[in-house]
Nanobody
Framework: QVQLVESGGGSVQGGGSLRLSCAASGYTTGRSCMAWFRQTPGKEREGIANIDNDGHTTYADAVKGRFTISKDNTKNTLLLQMNNLEPEDTGMYYC???????????????WGQGTQVTVSP
């Protein structure tokens, strides 16, 4: 059974940083691409970053230059370093097994409980 557990969210002021982690069990992160998604108030869940097994990354325009996705396959963990946070980044953040390439979309439908990020002005 695949389980994904996100952590690292919290409340920060604009311009601050957070580092999210996603611990995978029942699945090896080195097997495929993985991605971060978020659901902000009033919007559908959207893909914001993915990474393949060669370290190639894709970012949504809204986070490009501020967020960095990485994988630690030795720890079966997906990471998201978020810098220069903006109030518009407020939302619930999820990790998932994903498609590779420019279209950041989930595969297989496994989701964790998410981790809440709140950015104040």
């Amino acid at each position: 059974q695949v389980q994904l557990v996100e952590s690292g969210g919290g409340s920060v002021q604009g311009g601050g940083s957070l580092r999210l982690s996603c611990a995978a069990s029942g699945y090896t992160t080195g097997r495929s691409c993985m991605a971060w998604f978020r659901q902000t108030p009033g919007k559908e869940r959207e893909g914001i970053a993915n990474i393949d097994n060669d370290g190639h990354t894709t970012y949504a325009d809204a986070v490009k230059g501020r967020f960095t996705i990485s994988k630690d396959n030795t720890k079966n963990t997906l990471l998201l370093q978020m810098n220069n946070l903006e109030p518009e980044d407020t939302g619930m953040y999820y990790c998932a097994i994903s498609a590779c390439g420019a279209d950041i979309k989930p595969l297989f439908g496994f989701w964790g409980q998410g981790t809440q990020v709140t950015v104040s002005p």
